[in-house]
Each structure stands twice: as structure tokens, then as C-alpha cells.
């Protein structure tokens, strides 16, 4: 199969035949086409997903179809965020590396990714609905946003190759569009692909639906991240996107990759962790999850504080690009003055990571793509309860976003609302 065919997606029957000539791929598990063993695995909203085990090791096949999985082939989709995705993942290997699966082979044409399989790992989310406690996450996850969000942007890169990768990315038009009306819109409407748990969450929504202080500032925040082309964002950095063991972490599916705000990246993230939180409740069956939440907690404060004084370790050691040139302050002797403008950058990333935070919380309950930490509650009286209070917290964090000062006054919050008794 090479990059000229047109393109046709591959299936578990075929996918041996189409590609068993493939030299990248056979080279990892083995040229013996008739002992390949094919799952389909994916799981996502968007993509084909495929493990390949053959003699001598595997590999997974990521092909991404001309149209949205989750709905079908009435909301096409075009195949080129394949290309994103892997000069993404290239890019984030260059500037986090160990953080992102290997590639071995892409095909342009049969957008298609041919990358290393990841085992044991699971997804993050998974291990977090089962309750297990990842020493490492935070750290991880913390160094790659860091070093990511720093090496992306026009505090490190050359201005001249930053601006031709912006342009590169700018193309991803479909998949920020995704994110412009599902994450900063959809949930303050009565948009069409949108659900929610009814009828306990009917009254919710119709205020969430009706509080035009939360609309303005989705809006706000939506205006951020369309004109903030600050750094190549990961674009969709949920725990849905990051595969784990006790010891690795792993962030894969960069489709959504353009130049946005820092902010954006971390917001998404952490609202995730904030989510599971709210969501522990549903998954008490086989016992309490106290532990659990106060972990949870931890990692949203020990993910923010790596973040930071790694992103401020870069900031100190490889200010090469042209914002904040040290010829205006460390060359002069003048090193406060370089450790003023990184606060004050601190500082926004902070308050705009907020409200990021509080609409994807908002859009993960209301819109069309929930997560699992909510939707694996089959009892909709509890789920509803969960969502209520995550919903609440939401709303707290992106509407005030201004006036919180630090991760634990928002986990002070976090907690009141997790353990009200009537929402
Ligand atoms: C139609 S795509 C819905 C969601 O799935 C992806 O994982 C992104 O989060 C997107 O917003
Ligand atoms: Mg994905």
C-alpha cells in the first residue's frame, strides 16, 4: 500500500494484506503475514484503531476516517488530521522526549499512523474510574505541558520557524472548530448533538443555560483561544489521551494540535482530574473512595506546581527566542525584572487555565462528548448527583477565575461542593 492509492480504510481482514509489505512495520513485528494477529481497539470519538501482533513484537495502526466515528458519516471529517497529528507527535518527541509513542511509519494518503504499542499501559481514565492511584502522573504530565507549551512558543523557538509552523497548523481548521462549538458554545444552548442526564439535570441546565455572566465568559475564553496562537497545543489533552502503568506516562492523539494559549493544555487536564473527583462518588460500590478523592486532589496540585517550576526552569535556562530577550534584563544585570514578566505570564496562564477548566468540565456533562468517569455510573439518580456538583464547580471557576489565587483555595472548593447534601 503506498501514499498514491486512494484512500480506503483498512479492517481487521484486510489490514494483513495491505500492509504486510510494509517495511517499518515488519521490521517491529515480523514479515509473517499469516500469523499477524488483528484487533480493532478504538475506542475514541474519531479514529480507526488497530493492534498488530505478529511474531516478533507489535504495533498499533491509527487511520483516521473521512467522517466523526461517534456520529457517523452525516458530520464529515477530513483525513489531513492524520498530517497533524504526526508532525504533533514529532514535535512533542523533539521537545518532551520519552513522552509520546514512537512512530514508525506514516502514510499521507491512507492517513494512517504506524506507531510503537503500548503495553501494559491503559488509559489514564480507566485506571482512575477503577480507583488505582498513579505515583508518577502529575510529574509526568506537569514536565510534558512545561516543556511542550515552553519549546512551542516564541519564548524558545526561532520566530521564523515558529511562524512557519504556525501556518502549517493553522490548516487544522476542522478539529478547532470541534473545539470552538462543543467546549465554548454547545453547553449554553440548546444545541442538536447535546445530552444530558434528564430529567434530574433539566433545571441546571436551563440556568446554566440562562446565566449570562458564565456565557460571557465562555465566550471570553473562546476568543482566547482562537487569537491566542501562543504554543503548539497538544489540543486535546484529557485522561482519555494519556496512556499509563504505575511507573509511565504516555501522551498520544495530538490531532487536535494548533498554536493556542498555554492555558489551554493545563485547563483541559486538570479538569479531567477535577472531574474524576466529582465522579468517585458513583464508583463506591466496592468500598469508600476518601483515598481516592484526597489523591486526586494531590495530583491537581502536585501537576500545577510541576508545571510551573519547570516551565520557570526553562524560562531561566533556555530563553532563546525573541519574547523577553535576556538582552533587556539578565544582560543588564537586571535579573528581577525577567522574573516579574515570568509571574506575570504565570499569572495568566493561571486565570485563563481556570476558566479553561470550568467549560470543559461544562461541555464534558452538557454537550455531545462526555467522558466515561460520569457515563460508567449506570445509576442516573447518582450520576446526575455527581455532574450537579461538578457542574457547580464549573461554573465557580470560570465565572470567578479572576479573584482565586491558588490550586488549593479551588480544592477547598472542590471539596465543599463534593460534599453538599442538596445541589
Ligand atoms: C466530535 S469529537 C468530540 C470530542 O472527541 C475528541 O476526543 C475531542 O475531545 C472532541 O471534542
Ligand atoms: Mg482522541
Given at each position: 500500500?503506498?501514499?498514491?492509492?486512494?484512500?480506503?480504510?483498512?479492517?481487521?481482514?484486510?489490514?494483513?494484506?495491505?500492509?504486510?509489505?510494509?517495511?517499518?512495520?515488519?521490521?517491529?513485528?515480523?514479515?509473517?503475514?499469516a500469523?499477524?494477529?488483528?484487533?480493532?481497539?478504538?475506542?475514541?470519538?474519531?479514529?480507526?484503531?488497530?493492534?498488530?501482533?505478529?511474531?516478533?513484537?507489535?504495533?498499533?495502526?491509527?487511520?483516521?476516517?473521512?467522517?466523526?466515528?461517534?456520529?457517523?458519516?452525516?458530520?464529515p471529517?477530513?483525513?489531513?488530521?492524520?498530517?497533524?497529528?504526526?508532525?504533533?507527535?514529532?514535535?512533542?518527541?523533539?521537545?518532551?522526549?520519552?513522552?509520546?509513542?514512537?512512530?514508525y511509519?506514516?502514510?499521507?494518503?491512507?492517513?494512517?499512523?504506524?506507531?510503537?504499542?503500548?503495553?501494559?499501559?491503559?488509559?489514564?481514565?480507566?485506571a482512575?474510574?477503577?480507583?488505582?492511584?498513579?505515583?508518577?502522573?502529575?510529574?509526568?504530565?506537569?514536565?510534558?505541558?512545561?516543556?511542550?507549551?515552553f519549546?512551542?512558543?516564541?519564548?524558545?523557538?526561532?520566530?521564523?520557524?515558529?511562524?512557519?509552523?504556525?501556518?502549517?497548523?493553522?490548516?487544522?481548521?476542522?478539529?478547532?472548530?470541534?473545539?470552538?462549538?462543543?467546549?465554548?458554545?454547545?453547553?449554553?444552548?440548546?444545541?442538536?448533538?447535546?445530552?444530558?442526564?434528564?430529567?434530574?439535570?433539566?433545571?441546571?441546565v436551563?440556568?446554566?443555560?440562562?446565566?449570562?455572566?458564565?456565557?460571557?465568559?465562555?465566550?471570553?475564553?473562546?476568543?482566547?483561544?482562537?487569537?491566542?496562537?501562543?504554543?503548539l497545543?497538544?489540543?486535546?489533552?484529557?485522561?482519555g489521551?494519556?496512556?499509563?502503568?504505575?511507573?509511565?506516562?504516555?501522551?498520544?492523539?495530538p490531532?487536535?494540535?494548533?498554536?493556542?494559549?498555554?492555558?489551554?493544555?493545563?485547563?483541559?487536564?486538570?479538569?479531567?482530574?477535577?472531574?474524576?473527583?466529582?465522579?468517585?462518588?458513583?464508583?463506591?460500590?466496592?468500598?469508600?473512595?476518601?483515598?481516592?478523592?484526597?489523591?486526586?486532589?494531590?495530583?491537581?496540585?502536585?501537576?500545577?506546581?510541576?508545571?510551573?517550576?519547570?516551565?520557570?526552569h526553562?524560562?531561566?535556562?533556555?530563553?532563546?527566542?525573541?519574547?523577553?530577550?535576556k538582552?533587556?534584563?539578565?544582560?543588564?544585570?537586571?535579573?528581577?525584572?525577567?522574573?516579574?514578566?515570568?509571574?506575570?505570564?504565570?499569572?495568566?496562564?493561571?486565570?485563563?487555565?481556570?476558566?479553561?477548566?470550568?467549560?470543559?468540565?461544562?461541555?464534558?456533562?452538557?454537550?455531545?462528548?462526555?467522558?466515561?468517569?460520569?457515563?460508567?455510573?449506570?445509576?442516573?439518580?447518582?450520576?446526575?448527583?455527581?455532574?450537579?456538583?461538578?457542574?457547580?464547580?464549573?461554573?465557580?471557576?470560570?465565572?470567578?477565575?479572576?479573584?482565586?489565587?491558588?490550586?488549593?483555595?479551588v480544592?477547598?472548593?472542590?471539596?465543599?461542593?463534593?460534599?453538599?447534601?442538596?445541589?
Amino acid at each position: 500500500m503506498t501514499g498514491k492509492s486512494p484512500f480506503e480504510a483498512l479492517s481487521v481482514e484486510t489490514l494483513a494484506a495491505r500492509l504486510g509489505a510494509n517495511e517499518a512495520l515488519c521490521s517491529h513485528i515480523g514479515k509473517d503475514t499469516a500469523r499477524w494477529k488483528v484487533r480493532e481497539v478504538g475506542d475514541g470519538n474519531l479514529n480507526l484503531v488497530f493492534i498488530v501482533e505478529g511474531t516478533t513484537g507489535a504495533a498499533v495502526v491509527k487511520q483516521a476516517l473521512p467522517y466523526v466515528r461517534l456520529v457517523g458519516d452525516s458530520w464529515p471529517l477530513p483525513l489531513k488530521r492524520s498530517f497533524f497529528e504526526y508532525h504533533a507527535l514529532t514535535r512533542q518527541q523533539a521537545r518532551a522526549p520519552g513522552s509520546v509513542p514512537a512512530i514508525y511509519h506514516f502514510d499521507e494518503g491512507q492517513a494512517l499512523i504506524i506507531m510503537e504499542y503500548l503495553s501494559p499501559h491503559i488509559i489514564l481514565r480507566r485506571a482512575l474510574i477503577e480507583g488505582r492511584q498513579l505515583p508518577n502522573i502529575a510529574r509526568d504530565i506537569g514536565l510534558f505541558m512545561a516543556r511542550t507549551l515552553f519549546r512551542g512558543s516564541d519564548l524558545s523557538m526561532a520566530t521564523k520557524d515558529r511562524k512557519a509552523d504556525l501556518a502549517l497548523f493553522a490548516d487544522n481548521v476542522e478539529l478547532c472548530d470541534i473545539t470552538e462549538n462543543l467546549v465554548f458554545s454547545d453547553p449554553y444552548f440548546d444545541a442538536k448533538l447535546n445530552r444530558h442526564t434528564s430529567p434530574q439535570l433539566d433545571r441546571i441546565v436551563a440556568e446554566l443555560r440562562a446565566d449570562r455572566d458564565l456565557k460571557v465568559e465562555a465566550q471570553r475564553l473562546k476568543h482566547i483561544f482562537a487569537a491566542n496562537a501562543e504554543t503548539l497545543l497538544h489540543g486535546d489533552l484529557h485522561s482519555g489521551s494519556i496512556m499509563v502503568t504505575d511507573s509511565e506516562t504516555r501522551m498520544i492523539d495530538p490531532e487536535f494540535a494548533f498554536y493556542g494559549p498555554i492555558a489551554f493544555d493545563v485547563g483541559m487536564l486538570l479538569a479531567n482530574f477535577w472531574m474524576a473527583f466529582f465522579s468517585q462518588r458513583g464508583h463506591e460500590q466496592s468500598g469508600k473512595r476518601d483515598a481516592m478523592r484526597a489523591y486526586l486532589l494531590d495530583v491537581t496540585v502536585e501537576t500545577w506546581s510541576v508545571f510551573r517550576s519547570e516551565f520557570s526552569h526553562l524560562w531561566r535556562t533556555e530563553r532563546t527566542g525573541m519574547l523577553y530577550q535576556k538582552s533587556l534584563f539578565e544582560d543588564q544585570g537586571d535579573r528581577l525584572g525577567a522574573e516579574q514578566a515570568l509571574d506575570q505570564m504565570l499569572q495568566q496562564v493561571w486565570t485563563d487555565m481556570l476558566g479553561f477548566a470550568g467549560v470543559e468540565v461544562h461541555r464534558r456533562i452538557l454537550g455531545l462528548a462526555h467522558n466515561a468517569d460520569f457515563e460508567t455510573i449506570a445509576d442516573a439518580d447518582l450520576r446526575a448527583t455527581c455532574e450537579a456538583k461538578a457542574l457547580k464547580f464549573g461554573r465557580h471557576i470560570a465565572v470567578n477565575r479572576r479573584q482565586i489565587h491558588s490550586i488549593d483555595e479551588v480544592n477547598t472548593l472542590a471539596t465543599l461542593i463534593e460534599r453538599e447534601n442538596r445541589i
